[in-house]
């Protein structure tokens, strides 16, 4: 079993920066991709950013540009710059690992002056 837990969201200003981090536990053994998705209130869930592990990242055109995707194996992290209010949202990161996601419990992000 994997357990992810997500850390660093909070209450940002429009134009700041935060860095979200997923640390994972468990039985790990062969990761294919690592992934951040946000939802807001009444929105479906939306994918921000994945880094496979034998790919480079991909980010959405919401994103691009702003949100970077990063790892040194554990935990990853989710560098996230120009903040903007349509930003705020739980965030949470997804582990997949031989067909199988696993998921933490999220953390929130608001943006707001």
């Known amino acids: 079993q994997v357990q992810l837990v997500e850390s660093g969201g909070g209450l940002v200003q429009p134009g700041g920066s935060l860095t979200l981090s997923c640390a994972a536990s468990g039985r790990i053994f062969n990761i294919d991709a690592m992934s951040w998705y946000r939802q807001a209130p009444g929105k479906q869930r939306e994918l921000v950013a994945l880094i496979p592990s034998t790919s480079l990242p991909h980010y959405p055109d919401s994103v691009k540009g702003r949100f970077t995707i990063y790892s040194d194996k554990n935990p990853v992290y989710l560098q996230m710059n120009s903040l903007k209010p349509e930003d705020a949202a739980v965030y949470c990161c997804?582990?997949?690992?031989?067909?199988?996601?696993?998921w933490g419990q999220g953390t929130q992000v608001t943006v707001s002056s």
């Open positions: 997804n582990e997949l690992e031989g067909g199988k996601g696993y």
